[in-house]
């Protein structure tokens, strides 16, 4: 380690060395220096390279403010690896690599960096004048390029091994920021009785309590403070304490993000740890004590490594001991700047000059000046940069003096290694504006402060603007205490005092004079976008006057700093510009994150398996015996079909209707939605939900039901079954479940108050599994007691209970694939047995499991409609044929209104029709169009299209069904389904392809 | 994620209820006479206003009740929430 | 109009870039105007752009309650594309997207559009299924869209995850070559900047507060926060507005406005050569030309005018994106934004006259009117210049919502970005 | 066979912190107040249950889940009896009563952890005071919807749909992991 790092340091220890590299090449720091300081103990100024111009840059900051210094950090592999960290914030550890990032080849020496020299032709928004001609090329030549120099790191290189963590929490009080006012804050609500979480995004608490020069005992008041404040917090049980946690977002109704690093800063982290943690908090009060932010000064030059926000130097000294100089010029444009040069200067820093550069004699205290003075510090009043040097590292500063008139003379350059400046402190104001709080322009001090709150929240110390320590710490106290009080906690006397020298720190934002000659040095107003003085100045000539045009147009403020520390600057030059006051310009809008947030902490746990529930019926287990392959319906795993060894889709699918058509098939049929209906007001409730009249529908009958919504169209089907009088028994579609039990809840809560009803969700309740072929009476008769199976008995659309194997059973005589049919209901317990019991009856009739596919093949065999196929929220139920389900007497149902409106009734609606190929071999596409004549190009009358097509076993031959205008009328025409390969020749026919009597239905 | 009062459960996370869109448009009880308007007006048009919104919202992963609430679309910040039945209740002056 | 070129920045570039004239002008309301047209998104400015170059108009206004672009055209994930089910439809956005094609030379500004690529996945049989259609249907309707195996969806998106370990592995997708994305800000400005060179006064800071109509029910003129302005046609393009704008003339639209979110991460290095829209689980995702991955959510479930919604609206889509781009996880969140979407019914938009003699409408863009700007702009122009709808956008009204003759995307497709 | 089968409610291995709980005797009772009176006299407890709160005794519980639905909660071997019990205690009442023993699977939640472990992806609050012992609710976890009903200080009951359990058992386990529990 070099002469860079000197003495003292609070978050360091001295006893570990850590040894980590940074482009490749090995370092060492200290257990508790970020990558900034270590590297900055070295002597390593060069972290980056600028966006767009690739010009060399250093630390501008200490915090997560930071700009500049974007590095990747790579752990293990590229999969671990994460870009644009900022060197500010990470904390190094042993074995931590980073990289920097956008340059090539090497960091020094970087090819990137002709865009500095080439920079006339680029200035804010260049890419829209030009890459027009020709007009493909923008796509093809200039894109690629222009994205290839953009971007800063680059992405993660592979799947990401770690896991993150989420929680919920509720508190009383949350404090945000663990500086004097937040601590005190926290003391003063936790000692009162309430419930609080009080965070900060460094790993050490302090804030600004951190940055004191320590007193001839070693420590700092402040230092000494806090550490008792430390030890209260750690003993109060009713207290969360998150260091390393940033509050990323305020949401409506108290709501804040948390983000918590929670490995990120271990050399090696236990297993099975998670990286970060997302705190979903809702406080009933908040307290936002997140201090302030210095701003830099405009000036030609101003982004040479070694320029540096004064606050900087004097965190890097006092936390990690590292200075950042050791021939330092300060520019004041606060009093506070003097306060770090005396700071630096008992440190042993050489201060060449400090250059105040405010122009306003009243502004300045002469205090700090005879402060500076009396250490024999050289101070040069009304002063103005006019220019620095230094490739790679400032090495001088010439400076002007501002006359009284405006003019600027040459009053000579410094040499120098760090050129630290200070233009005011910037409220951090981000939480209180993303909650919708108000801001008020403070002109004095040339800030905005929080005004009116929008949530039950305050913000406190240097977030609303005060200066001073001690003000901080009793505005904390306060707001603490007064929030406890709004809890309805009886606030708990609480004084906590600390005596440090301080400095104003007001300022006013802005360029510095400039002389009026034209410079071709340019003056950064946002680094890390790479934004001049001359851009916001270009944009307004071009007559962009809105500051979000001008964001925009620029750039300013859109890098992943967000402006913390150009934005006021930004507003200050537009205003300045035309003759605006600030408040005029206006601020752009605080959105979250505070600072960027990784993507893992907010899917959380929604991750593989896990990332949707993964519902499986009572069976899955026996169906995935017997080698299912299952699709995905909703939620639901569904067998799609059973294939035996060496057996294709086709072929199983093929086999498992052959089973049905000629002997039997089981099928799992538990995921249909059922709903149970309830009530004395259970009939007349059916009666005007579904189109079906109910009535005539006998106790231990079934009928097929068909549901519309209120426009008319077909929502839901399903067979519904009255088990008593006052009390049916609705299956939905498997998808259908959830919302169709919403909608009957909406009329039965909001419309049909007058009806004594209850619905309550059964799909679960059962297990449901279908017997479907000429044998499947005589499979499950062995099995069941206490029902009569006989034809006569239990007709078609017959429900009847019984056991089965001892179980309890509700058993429908019901059939969707045109067979005798039965569907057994069992609790969902006993499902798995049942089936097993029913496979091994069935075994002598060469039972076949079969599954969601065939069981569409059969169906489509039929004509049966399948909601969502045939089906897709624009058809009426005489467009698929079910008209014959309406109640045709019934005043009202659902959707029956719509049903008579002009579109509805007029010819040209698309109507189910069966579609059979000229050839039989050939397959149509589901999707498939539909011509009235051949040999059409595009754009093609189009007249209908292909809804389900199928492989028919049954018929030996390929059958579809399709959706066609007037396609009853069209029944025996011939007509075309236009494929890339030329028109396939249809014959429109009845949308039933088998036993179109339904003489198998009834055996 | 919005604090909703469930006039029978409380104060509730939003991801409890799902929402019902605006209150208090009764469906016509004999359909068949309305004039085409009148239909349309109630399958379709909705106030959408920018400002106090009297609306449905179902707390269904709760006590699965539809109930009412007044809320303003420009800030989220809920006046009232009451029973379904009820009459929304008197907003104090002009609205926030 | 100054012309845009390589070579005027070079000339400029050596002036200092002092001689660059305003893109438009700050323009002050006249007391009347041949035709108004109420909200400066893209729509809107493309409306008074093409009245004034096709339709011969030249005093016209254009008001904006804000800065123009600010509405959703600059909130959006531009995501451009034309391979919608519907016959009406699809002539309606593949309208748009052959103007997209040249739109940078019609407007001498480069508004970068980047036919990428869209492609759609499929997550289950049925989505398959309704792929499929689409692709059917938009090839006999001329509109390119093609199958791609979870091989090929990979082969073009070399980040898509393909494994079967994922929740509802990639089943394939259709891919539209044309698609892609424009830049949303250049949209906004190049039109402005092409109107007011036309003539056209664009009037910022300008809301609409009222609008007067005469006695026998005509659109008379509209009162502002500038003053009355009079004119016999008014236009409205006000995205999530049109509700409160349209209630000033007593015109009941059927909208509701909810808030949509949209996200980008840091920039990155080219990592995303495509879109990739996953109807299903919610993911909408490309990569901008400054490098940060764009990425829409979801609509929060209720109405609102706030320009902000939920976090969980955004970690559910991130869930998704995660889960696709299993390497993404890392990446960082950088800013979240919310824009207010205007939702018909039916999903589709309203490109229409009124009720109200003078009165035009163009809205109901919901969560997917970027796309097109150019195409809705030119047809909507057409119908005001004309007093009838083109024939494009004749199937477009708000009747046919009384008559049910819907052109429902929503149903046949879920989203519709 | 069938034996066997009925006392499958929920298989996990049980932890220091979670176990499944055997399987019971469920329902669900609709009706107004009169009918929930009558409910609560014919399974002889005490009283009814206010808002959001269960009451116990005999081993038969009655949770409320909305103003007119109510959950019961029963040993497995009254699955009969109970049924026909409330049917001729509540029949001149208008009512639902539908069984639903086999809808859904119950676990425990407990000890210092519990709370924890449920805020990780339950978002209601859940301290003491706001969710005191006797509490229960319909709410959600993660994805899944779920009934939490606070036994004991440090013990919670969880009711949920059985093709949701292995999910929300899985979820608990993967919090519980990176948590230490
Ligand atoms: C997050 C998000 C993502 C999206 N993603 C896509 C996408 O990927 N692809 C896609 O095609 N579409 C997308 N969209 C939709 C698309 O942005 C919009 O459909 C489209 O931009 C609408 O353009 P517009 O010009 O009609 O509306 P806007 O741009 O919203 O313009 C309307 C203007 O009207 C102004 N206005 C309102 N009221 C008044 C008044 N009283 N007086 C004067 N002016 C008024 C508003 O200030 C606004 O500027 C997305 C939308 C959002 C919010
Ligand atoms: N008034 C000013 O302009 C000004 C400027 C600089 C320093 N100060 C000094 O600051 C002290 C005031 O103390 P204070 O407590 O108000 O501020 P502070 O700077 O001491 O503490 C603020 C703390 O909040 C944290 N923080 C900020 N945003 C956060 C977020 N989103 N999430 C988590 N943590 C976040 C910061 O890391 C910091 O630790 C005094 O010593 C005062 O002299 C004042
Ligand atoms: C396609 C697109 C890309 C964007 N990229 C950035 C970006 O790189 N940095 C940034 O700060 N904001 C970016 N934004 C967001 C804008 O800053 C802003 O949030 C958005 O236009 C909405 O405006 P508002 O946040 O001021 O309400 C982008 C927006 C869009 C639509
Ligand atoms: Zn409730």
Request: aromatic share 8%; charged share 20%; with cysteine.
């Amino acid at each position: 380690m070099s002469e860079c790092r000197g003495k003292g340091g609070v978050l360091i220890n001295r006893n570990l060395v850590v040894n980590f590299s940074f482009d490749g090449r090995s370092y060492s720091g200290f257990a508790g220096d970020t990558l900034a300081s270590a590297l900055l103990a070295n002597g390593v100024h060069l972290l980056g390279r600028s966006f767009k111009y690739h010009r060399p840059r250093g630390l501008l900051a200490a915090g997560s403010e930071e700009p500049n210094a974007l590095v990747t950090v790579v752990r293990g592999n590229e999969a671990r690896s994460v870009p644009n960290l900022r060197a500010t914030q990470v904390e190094i550890y042993a074995g931590l690599v980073a990289h920097s990032q956008n340059r090539w080849p090497s960091l020094g020496f970087d090819v990137g960096a002709v865009n500095d020299w080439l920079s006339p032709l680029f200035p804010a928004g260049f890419y829209y004048k030009t890459f027009m001609w020709p007009r493909f090329a923008w796509h093809r030549w200039y894109e690629p390029r222009i994205r290839a120099a953009a971007g800063l790191g680059r992405a993660p290189g592979g799947p990401d091994p770690d896991s993150y963590a989420q929680c919920y929490a509720h508190c009383d009080v949350l404090v945000v920021g663990a500086g004097a006012g937040g601590i005190a804050a926290a003391l003063a609500a936790a000692g009162s009785g309430a419930r609080v979480i009080l965070c900060d995004e460094n790993g050490a608490l302090g804030g600004s309590l951190l940055d004191e020069r320590a007193n001839s005992q070693g420590g700092s008041d402040a230092a000494i403070w806090l550490r008792t404040a430390l030890t209260q917090l750690a003993a109060l049980p009713n207290l969360t304490l998150l260091p390393r946690t940033t509050a990323f977002g305020y949401f409506p109704h108290n709501m804040l993000g948390l983000c918590e690093r929670i490995t990120d800063h271990l050399a090696t982290p236990a297993a099975g740890v998670p990286r970060e943690r997302l705190w979903q908090v809702r406080a009933r009060e908040v307290v936002l004590a997140t201090g302030a932010i210095e701003r830099p000064l405009v000036f030609p030059g101003n982004d040479r490594p070694g320029v540096m926000l004064a606050s900087a130097a004097r965190t890097y000294l006092h936390r990690y001991g590292v200075r950042v100089g050791s021939r330092v010029v300060v520019l004041a444009g606060c009093d506070a700047a003097y306060g770090v040069a005396l700071d630096l200067h008992a440190g042993g820093i050489g201060i060449e000059a400090i250059a105040d550069v405010r122009t306003g004699a009243h502004l300045v205290a002469p205090a700090a000046i005879a402060a500076a003075r009396a250490e024999k510090i050289r101070v040069v009043e009304r002063a103005t940069v006019l220019g620095t040097s230094g490739r790679l590292r400032v090495n001088s500063v010439s400076l002007g003096v501002v006359a009284a008139d405006g003019s600027v003379s040459n009053a000579g350059t410094l040499p120098c290694d760090a050129l630290l400046m200070s233009g005011g402190f910037t409220p951090s104001v981000h939480l209180h504006s993303q909650s919708r709080g108000q801001l008020q322009w403070q002109a004095d001090a040339g800030v905005f402060v929080p005004a009116a709150a929008a949530e039950n929240e305050r913000s406190v110390g240097a977030a609303r603007g005060l200066e001073g320590l001690q003000q901080a710490l009793e505005d904390g106290t306060q707001a603490g205490l007064t929030a406890a009080k709004a809890c309805g906690l009886t606030p708990h006397a609480y004084s906590a005092r600390i005596a440090v020298q301080e400095y104003s720190t007001r300022g006013a934002p802005g360029a510095l004079a400039q002389p009026g000659a034209r410079t071709p040095a340019k003056a950064f107003v946002d680094w890390q976008n790479d934004v001049t003085t001359r851009d916001l100045q270009l944009a307004m000539r071009e007559g962009f006057y809105s500051i979000e045009h001008i964001k925009r147009y620029t750039t300013t403020g859109m890098a992943t700093d967000q402006g913390k520390t150009s934005g006021l600057n930004a507003l200050a030059i537009i205003a300045g510009s035309s003759a605006r006051q600030v408040p005029e310009v206006g601020l752009t809008t605080f959105r979250m994150p505070y600072t960027p947030v990784s993507f893992g902490i907010l899917a959380g746990y929604d991750r593989g398996d896990q990332f949707d529930p993964v519902r499986r019926t009572p069976m899955h287990a026996c169906a995935e015996n017997l080698g299912a392959v299952f699709e995905d319906v909703g939620m639901w795993k569904r067998a799609w079909y059973f294939p035996q060894r060496g057996e294709d889709m086709h072929q199983a699918v093929a086999r498992e209707c052959r089973a049905v058509r000629t002997g039997c098939g089981m099928f799992d049929a538990s995921t249909l939605g059922k709903i149970e209906v309830v009530g004395p007001g259970a009939v007349e409730f059916m009666n005007r939900l579904y189109v079906n009249s109910w009535n005539g529908l006998a106790v231990g009958r079934s009928r097929y039901g068909v549901l519309l919504r209120d426009d008319g169209f077909v929502y839901d089907d399903g067979v519904v079954a009255r088990l008593a009088d006052e009390r049916f028994h609705v299956t939905t579609t498997t998808g259908g479940a959830a919302r169709v039990l919403g909608m009957m809840e909406d009329y039965r809560q909001t419309e049909w108050t007058d009806l004594k009803v209850w619905l309550t969700s059964t799909t679960e309740q059962w297990a449901v599994i279908a017997v479907q072929g000429p044998r499947a009476r005589e499979v499950i008769a062995p099995l069941i007691e206490g029902c009569d199976l006989s034809a006569a008995a239990l007709p078609h659309m017959a429900v009847a209970r019984g056991t089965i194997c001892g179980a309890p059973m509700l058993l429908f005589r019901v059939s969707f694939t045109g067979e005798l049919g039965f569907e057994i209901n069992v609790p969902a317990d006993y499902g798995a047995a049942i089936w097993e019991a029913v496979r091994a009856a069935g075994q002598k009739y060469d039972i076949v499991p079969y599954g969601t596919e065939a069981m569409h093949v059969l169906r489509a065999e039929k004509g049966y409609i399948i909601v969502g196929q045939e089906t897709d929220g624009t058809c009426t139920p005489d467009d698929v044929g079910l008209s014959w389900a309406i109640g045709k007497s019934k005043p009202d149902f659902v959707g029956k209104r719509s049903l008579s409106r002009p579109a509805m009734l007029a010819s040209g609606r698309k109507q189910l029709v069966g579609l059979l190929t000229a050839d039989p071999h050939v397959l149509l596409d589901e999707g498939a169009q539909v011509t009235a004549t051949a040999g059409q190009v595009a754009p093609m009358k189009l007249i209908g299209h292909v809804t389900s097509s199928y492989r028919s076993e049954a018929l030996g031959r390929s059958i579809a069904l399709a959706m066609v205008v007037d396609g009853r009328a069209r029944q025996g025409q011939t007509l075309y389904v236009p494929m890339p390969g030329g028109d396939l020749p249809v014959q429109v026919t009845a949308p039933v392809f088998y036993d179109p009597q339904g003489a198998r239905l009834n055996g | 994620m919005l604090l909703i009062h469930c006039p029978y459960c409380g104060d509730r996370p939003e991801l409890e209820f799902s929402y019902g869109g605006q209150a208090h448009i009764a469906r016509p009880s004999k359909p068949e006479s309305v004039t085409a308007d009148q239909w349309v007006e109630f399958l379709y048009l909705r106030s959408n206003p920018r400002g106090v919104h009297a609306e449905r919202w179902r707390h269904v992963r709760g006590c699965a009740r539809y109930f009412n609430a007044l809320r303003d679309t420009r800030t989220d910040r809920f006046i009232a929430t009451y029973k379904a039945g009820e009459a929304p209740p008197q907003q104090s002056g002009s609205t926030p | 109009m100054q012309r845009f070129s390589a070579w005027s920045l070079l000339k400029q570039a050596f002036g200092s870039h002092g001689g660059w004239q305003p893109q438009w002008r700050r323009a002050t309301p006249k007391p009347a105007y041949d035709a108004i047209v109420v909200g400066g998104g893209g729509h809107g400015l493309g409306t008074a752009y093409y009245l004034a170059a096709e339709h011969g108009l030249r005093n016209i206004a254009l008001l904006e309650k804000s800065w123009i672009g600010g509405g959703n055209t600059g909130r959006n994930t531009t995501i451009l594309r034309s391979n919608y089910l519907f016959d009406e439809s699809a002539r309606l956005y593949d309208h748009s997207l052959k103007m997209w094609r040249d739109l940078s030379q019609v407007l001498n500004y480069n508004v970068m559009y980047s036919p990428r690529g869209v492609l759609m996945l499929a997550h289950s049989v049925h989505d398959v299924q309704v792929l499929k259609r689409h692709i059917h249907a938009n090839r006999c309707n001329g509109v390119d869209n093609e199958w791609l195996s979870p091989a090929e969806a990979k082969a073009f998106c070399p980040p898509l995850n393909i494994e079967r370990n994922i929740r509802y592995p990639v089943m394939g997708g259709a891919l539209q070559r044309r698609g892609g994305t424009a830049r949303h800000d250049a949209v906004a400005w190049g039109y402005a900047r092409a109107a007011d060179a036309l003539g056209v006064d664009i009037i910022e800071n300008c809301e609409v507060t009222g609008i007067r109509r005469d006695a026998g029910g005509a659109i008379q003129g509209v009162e502002t926060s500038l003053g009355y302005i009079a004119s016999r046609k008014v236009g409205v393009v006000a995205a999530g507005n049109s509700s409160v704008v349209m209630g000033m003339a007593g015109v009941r639209l059927p909208l509701e406005s909810f808030p949509l979110q949209a996200l980008v991460s840091e920039p990155v290095k080219p990592v995303m050569p495509c879109v990739v829209m996953s109807n299903s689980i919610h993911a909408y995702v490309s990569q901008s030309d400054k490098g940060e991955l764009v990425i829409g959510a979801g609509t929060d479930a209720y109405t609102s005018y706030t320009q902000r919604g939920a976090l969980h609206v955004n970690m559910h889509t991130l869930a998704a994106i995660c889960e696709l781009f299993p390497a993404f996880r890392r990446m960082r969140m950088l800013r979240n934004w919310g824009g207010i979407v205007d939702v018909s019914p039916d999903r589709s938009p309203i490109i229409a006259k009124t009720a109200v003699p003078g009165l035009y409408v163009n809205c109901g863009w919901g969560t997917g009117g970027f796309k097109a700007t150019p195409g809705s702009a030119h047809l909507f122009a057409w119908t005001m210049a004309h007093d009838e709808p083109h024939p494009i956008n004749a199937p477009f009204t708000i009747e046919r919502f009384r008559e049910g003759l819907l052109i429902d995307e929503a149903a046949a497709a879920a989203v519709a970005h | 066979m069938v034996e066997s089968a009925t006392a499958r409610s929920l298989e996990f291995a049980a932890t220091r912190w979670l176990r499944p709980l055997p399987p019971a005797a469920r329902c669900i009772f609709c009706g107004d107040e009169a009918a929930q009176a009558a409910l609560v006299a014919a399974l002889g407890l005490p009283g009814s249950a206010a808002n959001c709160r269960a009451v116990s005794a005999n081993g038969r519980s009655l949770l409320w889940l909305g103003p007119d639905e109510r959950l019961v909660l029963a040993p497995a071997d009254q699955r009969q009896s109970l049924s026909a019990a409330i049917e001729a205690a509540t029949a001149s009442h208008a009512h639902s009563l539908v069984d639903v023993s086999y809808r859904q699977v119950a676990l425990e939640l407990h000890g210092p952890t519990a709370v924890r472990l449920l805020n990780a992806q339950c978002p209601l609050e859940l301290t003491a005071t706001a969710f005191p012992v006797g509490m229960c609710t319909r709410t959600i976890y993660a994805k899944t919807e779920i009934v939490l009903w606070r036994t004991a200080l440090e013990s919670f009951h969880i009711e949920v749909w059985r093709s949701f359990a292995p999910y929300l058992v899985t979820l608990l386990g993967d919090v519980a992991k990176e948590s230490g529990a």
